[in-house]
């Protein structure tokens, strides 16, 4: 049966209007221009190590190691006098942005984040890194293809689950790009980004994980990040050992972020400004690199002799210090990067010298040092993304070997377990935020209360009385108030204070003093307040915090011309019901309006 040309632009209208299909198409875009975004990135680093050491990025510790020691020291150093010149001139903020920027904006902006920001913290980061700085490339990667996803989504005028979803995409094909791990990469971005699993978000971020991957494995072709030796479980009964594994992980990974964590501090208190703190930064590191040349750069060279178990046990203890005391200065005092590939390594490093322990005690039941390092890489990492799913899976993709991820499960649970516990926060990136002021410990949900305004819940018929009211008046009024407060209004429209019974007390019920009192003599004054640009969230702290189930909003608080009030039932169910429907977004349920078709 034929089909006539109204019913063909009918259903392609139809399709096109689909959120699945509009999604799918830009999964596809996303992966092709942050895979193409990453190679190129990765390219730069290569042409920036050339630059400041004369080597390439996989080579870059050998060949550090044969240039002169004040070449090593003093490379770091001029790389951070750029850096900090670039971020001051071109990074709006002018500091380094990455991952915990992510999670706070799909959190508290609506997916918005800045593109520009996106392009400068990436070149940053490349110039970071080219210079030797011990830091990551994956977290600025991410970065940027969250960054062209929401902008993207801002231009498409998406609502608040697609833009996540977007985000979602850009940061899966990031991090499948970065470490040609595609499964990694979608679960990824779910566990770190979407926060969630449902099947509107999954199907668009593996399209886009996929498409990125297969853009890098054309540039670079289809070899993993790290040179895995063959490796296979020697026994079951090493099960104890990898969970032991996993305690001195989580030690590790907390070590690693309390590293970084300080030297923001450290940079803090200093007098030295902004600009030239990674100069600073580079210097310490450059000294650090002259007897320890695998720390620098994102540490690849480093995690592959762990995996190898080619170090010795002193230059294990040495590198481990030296890394995380880099990482930590480089993160700290503004060098561009992220802590992905520097927990990777820490963790091979932490884990080759552990099983080098358990292969001396238990030579016959020993897997080998080189896996003890691969369950160490996972179980650090893990720790410090709090990203569990997605860095056993890259585990997975890099060894295929089902008996070794087991072990890496067993490692990342019980690191993860206590790092949580003993950080209070699920990841690096949460404790980065609750020290900016943002806690998200109640769940990404947290964010909608700070999304919505008391503007869009206020009530504009409040209880009102003029200063001059008799207190008769007042005690007649306040009769048929359902919440027993009165707002007393000023004679130009502002808020002069409150009446509530307890405020009248005895002496405003006697009769004698209708006439003499009025409500300007019996209004407590200065009460609590909410402006109309507060959030949902500012209003629960407040009213909470004073034990009140409801607030006047005023225009702004320098004004205080009273609008209206806001109770808190009102507050509760708004949050409800935009929970309900993002919830209903996410599985597909809701439609979220799509203008541009």
């Given at each position: 049966m034929d089909v006539k040309p109204p019913q063909i632009l009918f259903r392609i209208r139809n399709l096109i209007s689909n959120d699945q299909f509009v999604l799918g198409v830009l999964a596809v875009g996303v992966g092709l221009v942050v895979g193409g975004g990453v190679v190129g990135f990765r390219l730069l680093i290569d042409a920036f190590h050339l630059l400041f050491y004369g080597g390439a990025e996989a080579d870059l510790a050998s060949t550090a190691a044969a240039l002169p020691w004040w070449h090593v020291a003093l490379a770091p150093a001029l790389g951070g006098l750029l850096v900090g010149l670039w971020y001051r001139y071109f990074m709006p903020g002018g500091k380094p942005q990455g991952i915990a920027n992510i999670i706070e904006a799909t959190a508290t902006r609506g997916s918005r984040l800045d593109i520009r920001a996106g392009f400068a913290a990436l070149l940053g980061s490349a110039l970071s890194i080219g210079a030797g700085a011990p830091v990551g490339r994956e977290g600025p990667a991410v970065h940027f293809g969250a960054t062209l996803a929401a902008w993207l989504a801002e231009?498409?005028?998406?609502?608040?689950?697609?833009?996540?979803?977007?985000?979602?995409?850009?940061?899966?094909a990031a991090v499948a790009a970065s470490f040609n791990a595609p499964i990694a990469g979608a679960l990824?971005?779910?566990?770190?980004?979407?926060?969630?699993?449902?099947?509107?978000?999954?199907?668009?971020?593996?399209v886009a994980s996929?498409?990125?991957?297969?853009?890098?494995?054309?540039?670079?072709?289809?070899?993993?990040a790290f040179t895995v030796p063959e490796m296979a479980l020697q026994s079951v009964l090493e099960f104890p050992a990898f969970a032991g594994l996993g305690i001195v992980a989580a030690l590790a990974a907390l070590v690693f972020m309390r590293a970084v964590f300080a030297g923001e501090d450290l940079a803090a208190r200093s007098r030295i400004p902004r600009t030239f703190r990674p100069m600073a930064a580079g210097l310490v590191i450059g000294l650090l690199a002259i007897p320890f040349p695998l720390i620098l750069g994102v540490g690849y060279e480093a995690t592959d002799h762990a995996l190898n178990a080619t170090l010795p046990a002193l230059m294990l203890v040495g590198l481990v210090i030296a890394k995380t005391l880099g990482t930590g200065i480089a993160l700290g005092f503004g060098f561009g990067g992220g802590v992905f590939s520097p927990s990777l390594?820490?963790?091979?490093?932490?884990?080759?010298?552990?099983?080098?322990?358990?292969?001396?005690?238990?030579?016959?039941?020993s897997s080998g040092a080189g896996a003890y390092a691969l369950v160490g890489m996972g179980a650090v990492a893990a720790s410090v993304l709090g990203a569990p799913i997605s860095t056993v899976l890259i585990v997975f993709e890099m060894t295929h070997d089902t008996a070794l991820t087991v072990a890496?499960?067993?490692?990342?649970?019980?690191?993860?377990?206590?790092?949580?516990?003993?950080?209070?926060a699920p990841s690096f990136f949460h404790w980065q935020l609750e020290r900016r002021g943002l806690n998200l410990k109640g769940g990404r949900d947290v964010?909608?209360?700070?999304l919505i305004r008391v503007a869009d819940v206020v009530q504009t018929e409040a209880p009102t009385v003029p200063m001059g009211c008799s207190l008769r008046m007042v005690r007649e009024k306040l009769a048929g108030v359902p919440f027993g407060e009165l707002f007393v209004i000023a004679n130009d429209g502002t808020l002069f204070g409150t009446i509530t019974l307890a405020d009248l007390q005895e002496a405003g019920f006697d009769p004698e003093l209708d006439l003499l009192v009025n409500a300007a003599d019996v209004a407590r004054r200065h009460p609590p307040v909410l402006a109309m640009g507060?959030?949902?969230?500012?209003?629960?702290?407040?009213?909470?915090?004073?034990?009140?189930?409801?607030?006047?909003?005023?225009?702004?608080?320098?004004?205080?011309?009273l609008v209206g009030c806001v109770h808190e039932t009102e507050v509760l169910l708004e949050y409800n019901r935009q929970l309900l429907r993002v919830r209903a977004e996410e599985r597909g349920e809701g439609r979220d309006d799509v203008t541009p078709f």
């Open positions: 231009k498409l005028h998406f609502g608040r689950s697609l833009s996540r979803t977007l985000l979602g995409c850009g940061a899966a990824f971005a779910h566990e770190v980004v979407v926060g969630h699993y449902a099947m509107s978000a999954f199907a668009p971020v593996v996929v498409t990125a991957t297969v853009i890098s494995r054309a540039v670079f072709g289809d070899f993993p390594t820490v963790g091979a490093l932490v884990g080759v010298a552990f099983g080098g322990l358990a292969t001396a005690a238990l030579p016959d039941l890496v499960m067993v490692a990342v649970v019980m690191a993860t377990t206590i790092t949580q516990q003993v950080a209070r964010g909608l209360l700070r507060d959030t949902l969230e500012v209003a629960l702290k407040r009213m909470m915090a004073l034990g009140e189930e409801h607030l006047a909003v005023v225009e702004h608080e320098d004004t205080m011309k």
